[in-house]
């Protein structure tokens, strides 16, 4: 089991290697989303609230995550599907799209705070904990809207269904994220967000087991 996971993990990562225009266009999404926003702020001197540095930040990685997560199962083909059906585990398929994914989201989100941090200034404190937080962000947002891309493949209008069920998914999810993340920029104690974490922690959990638990009825459907 431990060999067809990381078999299924190397699939895909060869498949984005054959078609590299994917990332690099989701690079070029939040580097252009980050450019916008320098431009439409006039940031000359880098001067900006830190809740809209925030927010801002946050929001970008959001659409990005949806961009980036979509395809997930939308870009499997029936045929390639039914192949799977036969010879793979349905458990280890959902499972290793979830990793494959937060792995991803992790390189778009570190690269899009790196670029944001060049543009806009950095006006976090407590950068650690604010790193951390964006781990936390990313595993939830690739562990929530690869599930659901598993629901969208199933219909025809895919990216409006993503978007129907995703956003009530994400946004306590978002709402969390973005507070961890402003008592880390004010630089509080670490013990004020702790109940946050371990909110943001479970809902994690919750989602892999459930994610987990239902694929294997959505594969047979």
Do not use: H
């Not at 997930?72 to 039914?82: D, H, I, P, T, Y």
């Not at 280890?92 to 989201?105: D, E, F, Q, R, S």
């Not at 650690?128 to 990313?138: D, K, R």
Request: proline content about 3%; charged content about 10%; glycine content about 4%.
């Amino acid at each position: 089991m431990l060999a067809q996971f990381l078999q299924l993990i190397r699939k895909e990562f060869l498949l984005e290697w054959r078609q590299k225009y994917a990332l690099n266009s989701l690079l070029l999404y939040v580097s252009s989303a980050i450019l916008i926003v320098y431009l439409s702020f006039n940031l000359e001197t880098q001067k900006i609230e830190p809740i809209t540095w925030n927010t801002l930040f946050w929001l970008i990685l959001l659409f990005s995550s949806f961009n980036a997560i979509a395809k997930g199962f939308m870009q499997e083909k029936v045929g390639r599907m039914f192949y799977y059906y036969v010879v793979v585990n349905p458990y280890l398929l959902i499972l290793a799209k979830i990793a494959y994914n937060v792995l991803l989201m992790l390189l778009i989100s570190l690269v899009g705070l790196g670029g944001y941090i060049l543009f806009m200034g950095n006006p976090v404190q407590d950068l650690p904990f604010f790193l951390l937080n964006l781990v936390l962000g990313a595993l939830g947002f690739a562990s929530t809207l690869t599930m659901i891309s598993a629901i969208a493949s199933k219909a025809n209008n895919n990216a409006v269904l993503m978007a129907i069920l995703g956003f009530p998914v994400i946004l306590p999810m978002l709402l969390l994220l973005i507070k961890v993340s402003k008592n880390a920029m004010d630089g509080l104690a670490r013990s004020n967000s702790t109940e946050e974490i371990l909110v943001l922690l479970c809902i994690n959990a919750i989602v892999i087991s459930v994610s987990y638990l239902l694929f294997g009825f959505l594969w047979r459907s």
